[in-house]
């Protein structure tokens, strides 16, 4: 028989195993998945990040000073170069009508803005609240911002507004109004439909200073490829309809004429809205907090993971401790890759979000 000293040395020896086994499995980390690193073309420019002088030194060849904030690993930057820029129509558009820079949100090369103040690459993309890669400025003669895109844009898309800083038109329309003029909606059907949508009548407005919840607002139109791929792709995800439900979530058609009341009181269209908040995309995502700020918005064109960490951003209030939607976005990836999970940043698979987000 076994002696009660032996069987006590059996059990040590199994549990740990058993704990080294453990330890085992949770130490293994999650790979990252999806970055891509990117080597702008060889015509872009290192200027002489004095902007107001990169732009005079532009303007003498007729000209625009544009710039791109990018990051290491972005994949969407490297769309922006290997599905755009490797274009020639369009490469021949950039080179032939700007003056293009690339700039690192997280470097230390010095600047000066065209506030004739001083910045590093990584303080003046936190001025200018650089929240997504690329983020692309153009400027006029003036040093004026025309237009900001925030976020990979396809070709058809780039090119309508590279179209609209060429062509001058800010001086003749809204670019929310060119873009209605000369990118018309492509074949699809109406608009897509979710069951956590609210149902009309539409009331957004804040009672005693803020809602139960925080909200989103999906603005949508009819004939919407894009917003096919945002409905058959991204919102057929289990955990990211999980995370969404924990918000009043809205859909509105941008050009409809649907009534609604605002976070603030207003009764209006959900067209007159989209045009105050300057929406110039579908679809476009805006993400509230309960109190009715606007925490971030999507106009581009993103996968899985970024979705899901926006509505994570806001439900978790990770905007309170991090400012930076992309620092919050690196620290999510590490959370995720500590618990063993492979995360993909360019890929439509998802990841399973349950305890980083509250009850």
Known sequence: MMTIQFKAIITTVFLFLLTAQVSA???????????????YPSWFKEGFLEFNEDIKEAAKENKRLMLVFSQPGCPYCNALVERNLSQKNIEQK????????AINMWGDREVTFTDGKQYTEKTISKKLKVQF?????FFDEAGKIILRLNGYIPPRRFNVALDYVVNRQEKKMSYRAY????????KSGGLNKQDFFMKAPIDLSLKAGKRNKPFAVFFEQKHCPSCDVLHNKILVDKYTRDIIKKFDTVQLDMWSNETLVT??????????WAKSLDIKYAPSLIIFNNQGKEVIRSEAFF????????????????YAKEPSFQRYLADRAKYFQGQGKSVDIWNYKTIH??????K
């Open 25 to 39: 499995a949770v130490s293994k980390k999650g790979e990252f998945k999806g970055a891509m690193q990117t080597e």
């Open 94 to 101: 950039v080179r032939t009508n700007f003056d293009s820079i």
């Open 133 to 137: 890669t690329p983020t692309v400025l």
């Open 179 to 186: 873009v209605k003029a000369n990118l018309p909606p492509g």
């Open 263 to 272: 976070p603030e009181g207003i009764r209006t269209t959900a067209k007159l």
């Open 303 to 318: 996968k899985v993971f970024h979705v899901q960490g926006m509505f994570a951003y806001v439900f978790d209030e990770g």
């Open 353 to 358: 979000d349950k305890k980083s987000i509250k």
